[in-house]
């Protein structure tokens, strides 16, 4: 005997509209009043109510015959994931990349002349530069901040350049305005950014913009390497394309989810 383990609140009747719904799906994308009955094991006539209720709704269409799901059904999935972050978007596929490469990744956004880092997932290896959630870089001495400034009108590009700090910090730092400036433009033809050396002595990132459904860059992702190990050449060769197929999966989530913050309230993102 099965024990029926439901509070005395529960809706059986929303249970069978669910299971209406969850009936259609890539096998299944059309179906009759008897297949929904038989697949959700309703009688005719609830497997009926349920369908021209939802069809009342607008997330069900038919043409007397079969039954259909409508577009609108993804409204019950964006009350979800709007209430998403971008790290929590981001941080499964940055996992899955650094399970791929075995080198560390993470997702910045733009704040203000700095990027933050706003998801890391790192690996057991030990670099010089301590990078953890919430570290701030100056946007034009990093490869994930050149993809999101490359993302910029040109004259937000000049107007960021011009009150940068441009000192530099190894001897391989671009240190004027007009070669920050072709860096970015050819940043922005290319679709990814490789800084060699420029933040620290030894290390080396690629990285790739995030951008929203409207196109716009919101975000960037890097994978960063000790230069020791990693050749310039072996990071766009064995590198760069699992971290572009990582930010298109990325993108196509955001393209599914619309405008998505960046992190908790209080913390300043990019626009």
Request: glycine content about 8%; some cysteine.
């Amino acid at each position: 005997m099965t024990v029926d383990v439901r509070g005395p609140h529960f809706v059986r009747s929303f249970e069978r509209g669910l299971a209406v719904i969850r009936a259609f799906d890539a096998d299944h994308p059309a179906l009759t009043l008897s297949e929904v009955a038989r697949a959700c094991e309703l009688t005719r006539a609830a497997a009926r109510r349920f369908l021209l209720t939802l069809a009342d709704l607008g997330y069900v269409h038919t043409d007397g015959r079969l039954f259909r799901l409508t577009p609108r059904v993804l409204e019950l999935g964006y009350s979800y994931l709007a209430g998403f972050t971008l790290p929590q978007i981001a941080e499964p596929y940055l996992e899955r990349l650094v399970a791929q490469v075995r080198e560390s990744s993470s997702l910045c956004v733009l704040d203000g002349d700095d990027v933050v880092y706003v998801a890391r997932v790192p690996t057991s290896r030990i670099m010089t530069a301590s990078i953890t959630v919430g570290t701030r870089f100056p946007a034009h001495l990093t490869s994930v901040g050149r993809v999101i400034l490359a993302g910029l009108p040109d004259a937000e590009i000049d107007t960021r350049l011009a009150r940068a700090d441009l000192r530099p910090l190894t001897a391989r730092t671009l240190v004027t305005a007009d070669a920050l400036r072709a860096e970015l433009r050819r940043v922005r033809r290319q679709g990814y950014a490789l800084v060699d050396q420029e933040l620290e002595d030894g290390l080396r990132s690629v990285a790739a913009p995030v951008r929203d459904r409207d196109g716009e860059v919101v975000a960037g992702v890097n994978i960063a390497v000790h230069a020791g190990r990693n050749s310039v050449e072996s990071v766009r060769r064995d590198l760069l394309p699992h971290l572009l197929a990582t930010v298109a999966r990325i993108d196509a989530d955001l393209r599914i989810t619309g405008p998505v913050r960046a992190v908790g309230r209080g913390t300043g993102t990019h626009r």
